[in-house]
């Protein structure tokens, strides 16, 4: 079995920064997929930044390309994503995600994953 712990979230202002951070154990996450999902107030789950480790690829929800960077360090089974310039419509609770294939390309729907964390509440104020 595959646990994952998301830290990282709190409340900020627009313009501000935030890391979350994912830690996973039980398994090495090095022939993985892992992602970041994000769950707005009232709205259903959507895909926000994935790695294949294996491969090597990362992607992004378009709403957020140019400000969140996603990252990972394999010997620690940990995953990151930077947020910077977050906005209002940033504010979500985050969850890190992981399946065990071997992809080419990073899944965007969340019923293409397996574990989830618990999520972390990011909320930006205006």
């Known amino acids: 079995q595959v646990q994952l712990v998301e830290s990282g979230g709190g409340l900020v202002q627009a313009g501000d920064s935030l890391r979350l951070s994912c830690a996973a154990s039980?398994?090495?996450?090095?022939?993985?997929?892992m992602a970041w999902f994000r769950q707005p107030p009232g709205k259903d789950r959507e895909f926000v930044a994935g790695?294949?480790?294996?491969?090597?690829?990362?992607d992004y929800a378009d709403a957020v390309r140019a400000r969140f960077t996603i990252s990972g360090d394999n010997p620690k089974n940990m995953m990151y994503l930077q947020m910077n310039s977050l906005t209002p419509e940033d504010t979500a609770v985050y969850y890190c995600?992981?399946?065990?294939?071997?992809?080419?390309?990073?899944?965007?729907?969340?019923?293409?994953?397996?574990?989830w964390g618990q999520g972390t509440q990011v909320t930006v104020s205006a």
């Open positions: 039980g398994r090495a996450v090095s022939i993985a997929t």
């Open positions: 995600t992981m399946r065990w294939k071997l992809d080419v390309t990073v899944p965007i729907h969340p019923n293409e994953y397996d574990y």
């Open positions: 790695i294949t480790w294996n491969a090597g690829r990362v």
